[in-house]
Nanobody
């Protein structure tokens, strides 16, 4: 069974940076590289929203509010997905989730908390 484990969350002040990582375990790297990957987030009292996606062909899409500040990338050799977050804002506070999709299979990680506070 595929598992996704996020890491890299934490507490930062506005304007600072964080880099999130997502490691996919128990998955063949050939399956991983054929998967579409994404980062989602859910703030308290709000619905989960898409932050950034990267397809297996490395087509990238961002939520408007993070475009230009966040950067998604993947390393298929390491079965890993990343999210570089710069110029963090209060509104970026949320639990960030890693997502993998291939065919009918969709897997979610348990999430990592990002808190932006002064």
């Amino acid at each position: 069974q595929v598992q996704l484990v996020e890491s890299g969350g934490g507490w930062v002040q506005p304007g600072e940076s964080l880099k999130l990582s997502c490691a996919a375990s128990t998955i063949d790297f050939r399956i991983f590289e054929m998967s579409d990957m994404g980062w989602y987030r859910q703030a308290p009292g709000k619905q989960r929203e898409l932050v950034a996606t990267i397809t297996r062909d490395e087509f990238i899409n961002y939520l408007d509010s993070v475009n230009g500040r966040f950067s998604i990338s993947r390393d298929n050799a390491k079965n890993s997905l990343y999210l570089q977050m710069n110029s963090l804002e209060f509104e970026d506070t949320a639990v960030y989730y890693c997502n993998l999709k291939i065919g009918r299979m969709e897997v979610w990680g348990r999430g990592t908390q990002v808190t932006v506070s002064s």
